[in-house]
């Protein structure tokens, strides 16, 4: 992962106590749950990247996990729809439920999984084809239309929501990476949504964007929203209280705290999430 | 060597040891000074090698009797020839007589003259280089830049060579061909259909059409490339995917070299193998189940071809591949993709121009591979389209037409000029055209 920001080194603050026993806040909720997880540990070879995470995720609720760089957020994140896999020395213990089924079960597919729990990444990444060709991907693999009448709405629909059709409507044959940064993000979320997942993550997906590109796609975050549950990492804390509704902290890859984000953003119970959201570290 | 000690020695001398007065590092005056004590001389010794033979020459026929020098030109020059050979103790072909033996003492004298001269001035020279270099140096001498200079003009130099010979490789083709086709029509070699280059030396001859028809050779050449992508191409680039998106780490350190190593086996080996092993074998194969195949065909030498050029698709395709950020990937994998789909349908579309320029450079290398179709395709140049036949192509024809006894100027060596500017510009079209699609594909993903 790259930090997109620069930071200015500052004294740590002196007050701030040792990382606490269990996690702060209100990390598991009662209902209306969409991902369980619990006691989340991850491996990069001998290295441990995250220690003892359990969290909920509420459905159609926006999480965002804040923290400072290499704290574990993204390795976290990616933990949710299995795309540490691909990473060949990482290993996870602890459970992972999506609606109650185990996502880490090896008869799981994870293919489906994937389907299920979509991704915007941190870079847009469109893939070098037209802008019709990114949204249709994702539909055409998973055989998700009878004909072309009916990719053609799934198409428009994704690029509707995603707040780009009127943008790029005359556009549809124009290679996706012609766009704007902006734009290329906004199709990114246009093609993960067409197979209509029930879960986003999303990956600091407006760190590459400038101010103007970013309050769109928060903007977009927010309608988004009704229909889907959102995990976002940010590096921004102003983004996370403008588009969450719940905040997580990480620290050294311990979840310090979670709560109604005015809350942890007004009330912090500990020492090291006051500390790193008032900007004196991190 | 000595120059260079001498350099910095002095330069320090200069300031006393403290080097930190000098403009330069010490090691700059040394360089300075060596460059100009060798390049100067040598320089010389190329010059004076390159004119004393001909200068020594000339003395030695002015100071042959009237007789000898009102000869025509190339009698002269034949008499000369004598005289040098017999100066350097080499056979000649006419008696020696006394004038002969004579100018041959003379050019032994004007030779050992013109070397003690030549010893005589690079010793000056390199003094005086060196000299001159030393007299320049002092504290606030700039010595680093003028050396970084010297060097940057040596660098200059060794380029333009390469592209000098180039330049003259393919005038000298062009001129040739330019004569070729002063006594055979453009349009007759061009779209002529026959090719027999044996050219009538007497008006009696029997055999010898002299049709200069390229259709068939060109025909020949793009069958055999054809038969030979066939086979390069599906092994090259699944190989190729093979090893860059499911071998593991280890497996592809020591894959990937053998593989190249395909391309490092001499062409003559493949040609004999062709040859010798496979088309016999197609020979025997084809009469088992009723096919008459001749046993030199285009399938043979295009079979062996295609195995001999399958590095050359893989290596490129691999890298290209491998040059798909792993962002492409990612989303893929993201969408709930599996691996056969994120690789056909995302990583091979973004590699496409890269993979095409990659197989583009082995088609160029197909058509002007040699040695393969010499000892496997056939010389008899038949225009058909049948793989089990024998074909012939350009660059088999090119090697026949040079191979043994030839006049320097008939049409049939001629022949080989214009064959051979042919291929040139095929392959330069088909490198342009590579060339070109690379180009485009790095300007994807920015």
């Not at chain 1, 209100?26 to 220690?51: N, T």
């Not at chain 2, 020059?77 to 033996?101: E, F, R």
């Not at chain 2, 040596?154 to 002063?182: D, H, K, N, P, W």
């Not at chain 2, 973004?350 to 591979?369: C, K, N, Q, T």
Request: glycine share 8%; with cysteine.
């Amino acid at each position: 992962m790259f930090a997109v920001e620069i930071k200015t080194e500052q004294a740590s603050p002196t007050q701030i106590d040792t990382l606490p026993e269990r996690t702060l806040g209100k990390p598991l909720l009662d209902k209306k749950v969409s991902m369980h997880c619990r006691e989340v540990d991850v491996f990069y070879g001998d290295k441990q990247a995250i220690f003892d995470v359990s969290l909920d995720i509420g459905k159609n609720e926006v999480l965002a996990m804040i923290g400072p760089s290499g704290c574990g957020k993204s390795t976290f994140l990616r933990c949710l729809n299995r795309m540490n896999d691909t990473i060949n020395s990482c290993k996870i213990t602890g459970s992972i439920r999506l609606d109650g089924e185990d996502i880490y079960d090896p008869k799981v597919d994870i293919e489906l999984l994937r389907a299920r729990v979509g991704m915007v990444f941190q870079k847009p990444n469109p893939f070098p084809k037209s802008v019709y060709e990114n949204v249709a991907y994702g539909p055409r693999i998973h055989g998700l239309t009878r004909d072309k009448i009916e990719l053609d709405e799934i198409v428009k629909n994704s690029l509707m929501r995603a707040g780009l059709w009127k943008e790029v409507k005359d556009r549809l044959d124009d290679v996706g990476t012609g766009l704007s940064g902006g734009q290329q993000q906004r199709l990114c979320i246009a093609r993960a949504i067409a197979i209509n997942p029930e879960v986003i993550l999303m990956d600091e997906p407006c760190s590459a964007l400038d101010p103007i590109a970013t309050a769109i796609v928060e903007e977009l975050i927010d309608e988004l929203r009704q229909r889907y549950t959102i995990v976002i990492v940010t590096h921004s804390m102003q983004q996370a209280a403008r588009v969450s509704q719940r905040t997580a902290y990480f620290h050294l890859g311990k979840l310090v705290e979670v709560d109604k984000t005015d809350r942890l953003f007004t009330n912090p119970s500990h020492g090291l999430t006051e500390a790193y959201i008032t900007g004196r570290f991190g | 060597m000595a120059a260079y000690w001498l350099g910095c020695r002095y330069s320090m001398q200069q300031v006393a040891g403290d080097r930190r007065q000098l403009h330069s590092m010490p090691r700059y005056y040394g360089y300075y000074v060596a460059l100009w004590t060798a390049l100067p001389a040598v320089f010389l010794l190329l010059l004076w090698r390159f004119l004393d033979q001909g200068l020594i020459v000339s003395m030695v026929a002015a100071e042959l009797p009237d007789i000898i020098r009102n000869l025509p030109v190339a009698e002269l020059h034949l008499y000369l020839n004598d005289v040098l050979n017999l100066a350097k103790g080499n056979i000649t072909s006419a008696d020696v007589d006394a004038t002969m033996q004579a100018a041959a003492d003379h050019f032994k004298h004007l030779q050992a003259l013109s070397d003690m001269s030549l010893l005589a001035s690079l010793i000056g020279m390199v003094v005086a280089g060196a000299a001159l270099a030393l007299r320049q140096i002092n504290p606030e001498f700039r010595s680093r830049p003028r050396v970084e200079t010297l060097v940057r003009w040596m660098l200059a130099i060794s380029a333009s060579i390469a592209i000098l010979t180039t330049l003259g490789i393919v005038l000298s083709v062009l001129f040739e061909a330019i004569r070729f086709f002063q006594m055979v029509p453009v349009a007759d070699f061009l779209f002529g259909l026959h090719w027999s280059p044996q050219v009538a030396m007497r008006e009696d001859q029997v055999g010898a059409s002299g049709a200069f028809g390229f259709v068939p050779l060109l025909a020949g050449t793009m069958l055999v490339a054809l038969i030979a992508m066939t086979v390069a191409v599906p092994i090259g680039l699944m190989s190729a995917i093979y090893l860059a998106e499911f071998a593991g780490a280890h497996l592809r350190t020591w894959a990937k070299p053998l593989l190249e190593i395909l391309a490092g086996i001499p062409t003559v080996v493949y040609g004999f193998f062709a040859a010798l092993v496979v088309a016999p074998l197609l020979r025997d194969g084809g009469s088992m189940i009723g096919l008459d195949v001749s046993s030199e065909s285009a399938l043979a030498a295009g079979l062996v071809m295609g195995i001999m050029i399958i590095p050359f698709v893989s290596s490129l395709s691999d890298d290209v591949i491998n040059a798909v950020p792993q962002a492409m990937r990612d989303g893929s994998y993201a969408l709930g993709a599996t691996r056969a789909e994120t690789i056909l349908r995302v990583i091979v579309p973004a590699a496409l121009p890269g993979i095409v320029g990659g197989i583009l450079l082995a088609v160029s290398r197909a058509i002007g591979e040699t040695m393969i179709v010499v000892m496997a395709a056939g010389l008899t140049a038949n225009l058909t389209a049948n793989p089990l036949e024998s074909v012939t192509t350009i660059t088999v024809q090119i090697v026949t037409l040079l191979v043994g006894d030839q006049e320097f100027d008939s049409t049939k060596t001629l022949a080989a000029f214009a064959l051979g500017l042919a291929l040139f510009i095929v392959t330069l079209l088909l490198n342009v055209l590579a060339l070109h699609v690379v180009k485009r594909y790095r300007e994807e993903y920015e």
